[in-house]
């Protein structure tokens, strides 16, 4: 038997979605005697216990605090669990605030460490994580060599959140005595896009060099309304002033954090590009070269001119 | 004292820094001998090899030195390149690559000759490759549409060197997909146009009647198809005049839209469209350069932005127009006058102080800016409307010297890929940490020294 | 008052490049090498810091790696950094980053620096470990991905921001000294010329070994190991083939599909 532990997690009082993801990573790999625990730490951690309670998870630990990120706190925490349970695995999203404080709770129990882990499987009875390498241009399995514990982010997007409802063991910890050296003192929302919100668009109509001309931006302009898109663009347009700068998606553009379908034409993929886009689930590429990069990203390519595939895309919306 | 050519002095620098991405933007402009020692410099390791490989900045010269080597990876470059010369790839197909390779060359715009080699290839994938290259011959693709495979025949169907006769037995063959693109096929035969002109099939009315090279009569006729869009396809072709598409009325919004972008309009219909409820329907006619004056002064006015911002980038927008325009409450409005290069003093002026970054950046483009303005631009704040000044092909020397130094290093290399940039520049972007920036600033010196020779 | 900043030379790959014959890593030759993007950042702060402080601060740079890495070292140090170290041992040659924060703690314990900065990720691996294992090692006080930082040197707390996801910034105080990951854009960084870059090679650079660390070979132990690398499942694109009108047809359909019209 193995102990698993999830360290779920809370932002100003409202559960991380991606701590449902987190627990699912582990009952992939859970065997039928291994005993999976998660542990919330929160003003109110009760509150958690029911979006918690759900298929493979034995036990909801509840640390009772604040809604306060502590990193220093949220280590104490985990220095404590392991101490008192041995576990084989602990896990957490590959969230922000992990970044803060997985890498000094893996040091300070020796523990093995891999982050941004998008699989998991076990080999030879050894636990093997795979997480990318290179921009994304290698997969890298890992493992740890002699390590009893092993401490994973697990990247978001990556697994269906854990579902289902269980009557895990509530369990109470108290706080363990940290020397917390941060102060919460706010928070500042995200700027204002003006007027177009490529941030919050579901639905994202890109178009790049490949448009050619700026009377012709209209015409995608025209079939993205009638798609119901959001027009976005690549650094080309908005610097030749052909689109207003908030169109630009890509690094020193928006993030397309929110769009579920993402249809790039005449986008070659450039990194910078991809930045901001590189993660939707979603991606249609039309490019006349079958070698753009766009393509090694796309769930689904065309290769083709995207003036006709346009024409054609209107008479169907 | 020993007269030193620009040429030589440049080369002399360009060994000393040793720099592979500058002797990559001079080789073109110099001569053999000193190609050879740039030579030196840009392929020295096999990671640089390796890059100059893949680049489609690299000189066609040294691809065609790196194709004489044997090294597969290289090959493979080589072949995705599309800056690869027709010698280098011959030589490549001459060395008996495996099919991806193949496919690779096969593809490739510089192809030409060796298409009908490949046409012959026993990977269906290269033949495949071949039938979408848009160089191949009207041989190649005959012999190829014989093949039975759908996505052969799609490419033969839309190649634009597939003859009559081939069109006429995919016709015949090909499924309605196949059949459509032959319709739209300028090269269809007319006895073909007339089957698909009264096909039930309303796609393949649509792709006749988006055939560029359709008869007059044809054309007349599927501009009154019951079906909007095969109207819609008939409106958009250009094989007649926009004055013979006298009745604008459609009842679809849709294909008012694409009578809005025909030029050529007859004047009546020009101020029917400008009236339209569908907001999409003026903001077309509001581009289109044939609309007087007084309908353009209308749609200044129009309650939507977008028709307004479209009016103020319509080439033949008045003066005055602009310059009311200038005043928009719309910031995007705004932008589309400071872009536009024939714009009024006043109207310029009145966007000198705009705070808004789509306006500020458009300004920096605008060659009518005030010189003492660009300077002000070019040392913006935000690194997106600076970067507008090194598009101004009127920029003054001090503003483009501010860009020199900027700490973002797309201004530098927007800076640097100007053609008119001087000496004094490019001497200093020479030594920039970013390679494409010492790339094009080698090239500008390296040009200017071979018209000084 | 002494500010040490960590910078790591990073490999960048193009879309075709081969592996190693031991499938653990890619073969050299298929390298772009060059300092990690977000250093350029952390150095940025802290000679930010150094200038308004006046001149008795000094910047630090760090970096363990083989000689090869002076290359990144001296970038840093052309920008104004006043020295570097450079820590190698060919047992560093699989070195995560848990392993290279346990060489860096003891060059913090050398250096016993005011402030550490280091980047909130590398361009190549990218595990985001670094810096926080550093901090854990040291007991000092952390924060990740921080995009806006007010420090006057001698000050015993900074105020930050740290970027967290979707936009949202957490304002926060934190303990000094501390170990802060720096990530893009928190400042507009300097360049050095390529003349600056090897000029630079005039200051000077302390070149150590793990035993001048005090560090056995066998001590600096990493927590984790690349069982294998490899390419992920080529274009995983499913392509839509067919004429102009096939292909729109079915990526209508797939619009359709997936936006529920
Ligand atoms: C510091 C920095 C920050 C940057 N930030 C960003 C950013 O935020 N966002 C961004 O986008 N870029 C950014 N860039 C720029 C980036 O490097 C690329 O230059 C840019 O993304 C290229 O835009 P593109 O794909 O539209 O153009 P290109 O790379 O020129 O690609 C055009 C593509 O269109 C295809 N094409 C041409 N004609 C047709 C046709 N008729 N039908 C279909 N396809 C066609 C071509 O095959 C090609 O692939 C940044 C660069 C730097 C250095
Ligand atoms: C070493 C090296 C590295 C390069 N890296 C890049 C790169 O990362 N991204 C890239 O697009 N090109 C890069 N290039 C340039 C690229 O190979 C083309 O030369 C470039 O896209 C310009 O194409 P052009 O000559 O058709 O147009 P140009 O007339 O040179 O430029 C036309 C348009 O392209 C845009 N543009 C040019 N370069 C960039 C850039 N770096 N980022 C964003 N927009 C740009 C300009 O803003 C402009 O709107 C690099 C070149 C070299 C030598
Ligand atoms: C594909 C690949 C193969 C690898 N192979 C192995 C392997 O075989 N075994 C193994 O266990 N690990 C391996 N690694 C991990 C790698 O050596 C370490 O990950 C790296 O030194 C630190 O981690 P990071 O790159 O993820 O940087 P991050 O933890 O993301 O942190 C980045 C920041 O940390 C600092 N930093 C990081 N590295 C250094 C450094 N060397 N010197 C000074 N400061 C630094 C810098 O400030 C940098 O901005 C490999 C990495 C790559 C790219």
Redesign the interface.
């Known amino acids: 038997m193995a102990n698993l532990i999830v360290i779920a997690e809370q932002?100003d009082g409202e559960l991380r979605e991606t701590s449902l993801e987190t627990i699912a990573a582990l009952t992939s790999i859970k065997q039928a005697d291994d005993k999976l625990a998660v542990a919330i730490i929160a003003a109110d951690p009760q509150a958690h216990v029911q979006a918690l309670s759900v298929d493979g998870v034995d036990e909801v630990v509840a640390v009772k605090a604040t809604d306060d990120?502590q990193?220093?706190l949220t280590?104490a925490v985990i220095v404590e669990l392991a101490k008192e349970r041995k576990p084989s695995v602990i896990a957490v999203a590959h969230?922000?605030?992990a970044?803060?404080?997985?890498?000094?709770?893996?040091?300070?129990l020796d523990?093995?460490?891999?982050?941004?882990v998008m699989g998991l499987k076990v080999e030879d009875g050894e636990l093997?994580a795979t997480?990318?390498?290179?921009?994304?241009?290698?997969?890298?399995?890992?493992?740890?060599?002699e390590?009893e514990t092993v401490l994973l982010t697990v990247r978001t997007n990556v697994f269906e959140p854990a579902a289902g409802s269980g009557s895990p063991e509530v369990t109470e910890m108290a706080p363990p005595e940290a020397d917390v050296?941060?102060?919460?003192?706010?928070?500042?929302?995200?700027?204002d896009a003006g007027g177009i919100d490529i941030?919050g668009a579901e639905?994202i109509l890109s178009i790049g060099r490949g448009v050619g001309d700026e009377s012709n931006v209209e015409e995608f302009q025209e079939l993205a309304e009638n798609?119901?898109a959001t027009l976005g663009c690549s650094r080309p347009i908005a610097d030749n002033g052909w689109l207003p700068k908030a169109h630009q998606v890509g690094?020193s553009g928006q993030?397309a954090?929110n769009c579920?379908?993402y249809?790039a034409m005449g986008v070659s993929g450039s990194v910078q590009h991809q930045w901001g886009m590189k993660h939707v689930e979603?991606i249609?590429?039309v490019n006349t070269d079958p070698?753009a990069?766009i393509?090694?990203i796309?769930?689904?390519?065309?290769?083709?001119?995207m003036f006709?595939?346009a024409?054609?895309?209107e008479?169907?919306? | 004292m020993a007269f030193v050519s620009a040429a030589d002095a440049l080369i002399s620098r360009l060994v000393a820094?040793g720099?592979p991405y500058a002797a990559l933007g001079a080789y073109d402009h110099m001569g053999d001998e000193e190609r050879a020692m740039l030579q030196d410099i840009a392929l020295g390791?096999?990671?640089q090899r390796?890059?100059v490989a893949?680049a489609p900045y690299a000189p066609a010269g040294l691809l065609e030195l790196l194709s004489r080597e044997a090294d597969a990876?290289l090959v493979?470059?080589l072949a995705?390149n599309p800056a690869t010369p027709a010698d280098a790839l011959a030589r490549l197909l001459a060395g008996n690559p495996p099919a991806r390779v193949r496919r690779y060359i096969a593809a490739h715009a510089h192809a030409g000759e060796l298409l009908t080699q490949l046409a012959q290839d026993n990977s269906i994938e290269v033949r495949r490759a071949v039938s979408g290259n848009a160089v191949a011959t009207t041989e190649i693709v005959a012999a190829l549409a014989i093949e039975d495979d759908?996505?052969i025949a799609?490419n033969v169907?839309?190649a634009p060197n597939a003859d009559a006769a081939t069109l006429q037995q995919l016709w015949h063959v090909g499924d309605a997909?196949?059949r459509?693109?032959v319709a739209a096929h300028p090269g269809c035969p007319p006895e073909i146009l007339s089957q698909a002109e009264t096909s039930d099939d309303a796609?393949i009315r649509r792709?006749c009647a988006s055939n560029p090279a359709l008869p007059e009569a044809m054309l007349m006729r599927l501009l009154e198809d019951p079906d909007e869009q095969v109207r819609g396809a008939a409106v958009r072709n250009t094989a007649i005049s926009g004055e013979q598409l006298d009745d604008a009325d459609d009842p679809s919004a849709k294909v008012r839209r694409l009578f809005a972008r025909r030029t050529r309009l007859l004047e009546a219909v020009i101020a029917r469209l400008a009236a339209d409820p569908d907001d999409w329907v003026r903001r077309w006619i509001a581009r289109n350069s044939d609309v007087p004056a007084e309908l353009l002064e209308q749609l200044a006015k129009d309650p939507a932005a977008a028709v307004r911002r479209s009016v103020a980038r319509n080439p033949a927008c008045p003066p005055d127009i602009l310059s009311a325009l200038a005043a928009d409450p719309e910031s995007w409005v705004r932008a589309g006058v400071a872009l536009c290069e024939d714009a009024p003093d006043k109207a310029i002026a009145a966007l000198l102080d705009d705070g808004d970054r789509d306006v500020l950046g458009a300004l920096g483009r605008n060659p009518r800016t005030p010189p003492e303005q660009l300077l002000v631009i070019a040392r913006h704040q935000d690194?997106d409307v600076r970067r507008s000044v090194a598009f101004n092909r009127a920029a003054p020397q001090e503003a483009l010297a501010v860009l020199a130094d900027d700490?973002?290093?797309l201004n530098r290399a927007t800076l640097a890929s100007r053609k008119d940039l001087t000496a004094l520049l490019a001497e200093r972007l020479l030594?920039?940490?970013e390679p494409q920036v010492?790339f094009a600033a080698a090239a500008n010196l390296a040009r200017t020294a071979a018209t000084q020779t | 008052m002494k500010i040490l900043v960590t910078v790591k030379q990073v490999?960048?790959?193009?879309?075709?490049?081969?592996l190693r014959d031991d499938g653990r890593d890619?073969d050299?030759?298929?390298?772009?090498e060059d300092l990690n993007e977000f250093d350029h950042y952390s150095v940025e702060e802290a000679l930010l810091i150094k200038e308004a402080a006046g001149d008795d601060a000094e910047v630090v740079i760090v970096t363990v790696g083989n000689e090869d890495t002076d290359d990144a070292l001296r970038?840093a140090l052309a920008k104004g950094a006043d020295r570097g170290i450079r820590i190698w041992d060919e047992s560093l040659a699989d070195a995560?980053?848990?392993a290279v924060?346990?060489v860096l703690a003891k060059v913090v314990e050398r250096e016993k620096p005011d402030m550490v900065f280091t980047g909130?990720?590398s361009?190549?691996?990218?595990?985001?470990?670094?810096?926080?294992?550093l901090?854990?090692?040291l007991g000092?006080?952390?924060?990740?991905?921080v995009c806006n930082l007010e420090y006057s040197p001698g000050s015993d707390t900074a105020?930050l921001?740290?970027?967290?996801?979707?936009?949202?910034?957490?304002?926060?105080?934190?303990?000094c000294p501390?170990v802060l990951?720096i990530q893009?854009g928190i400042n507009?960084?300097?360049?050095?010329?390529?003349?600056?870059?090897k000029q630079a090679k005039q200051k000077p650079v302390d070149e150590l070994t793990l035993d001048d660390l005090g560090l056995a070979a066998d001590g600096v132990t990493s927590?984790?190991?690349?069982?294998?690398?490899?390419?992920?499942e080529k274009?995983?694109?499913?392509?839509?083939?067919?004429?102009?009108?096939?292909?729109?047809?079915r990526?209508?359909e797939?619009?359709?599909e997936?936006?529920g019209?």
């Open positions: 932002r990120f990193p220093d280590e969230g922000v605030d970044w803060s404080f997985a890498p000094a709770a893996a040091v300070k523990s093995g460490l891999a982050t941004d093997v997480r990318a390498g290179y921009a994304e241009k290698v997969l890298v399995d890992i493992d740890f060599p390590k050296a941060t102060t919460h003192e706010g928070w500042k929302p995200p700027a941030g639905f798609m119901g690094q993030l954090a579920k379908l249809i979603n249609v590429a070698e990069s393509f090694s796309a769930r689904y390519g065309i290769v083709g001119d006709e595939i024409e054609e895309l008479n169907h919306f | 820094l720099d390791t096999r990671r390796l890059i893949a990876a493979l470059r995705k759908g996505l799609r169907a839309a997909w196949v459509a693109d796609l792709k690194k700490t973002y290093p030594e920039d940490p010492r | 490999a960048a790959l193009d879309d075709e490049f081969e890619v050299e030759d298929f390298f772009e970038t995560d980053g848990i924060a346990k909130a990720q361009a190549d691996f990218g595990s985001a470990v670094t810096g926080m294992a901090a854990g090692l000092w006080p952390h924060a990740a991905v105020t921001r740290r970027e967290l996801e979707g936009g949202l910034e957490e304002i926060m105080t934190v303990r501390a990951s893009l507009e960084p300097r360049y050095a010329s390529l003349r600056g870059i927590a984790s190991r690349v069982r294998r690398m490899y390419a992920p274009g995983q694109a499913e392509l839509i083939t067919g004429s102009a009108a096939e292909q729109a047809t990526l209508a797939i619009i359709k997936l936006r019209m």
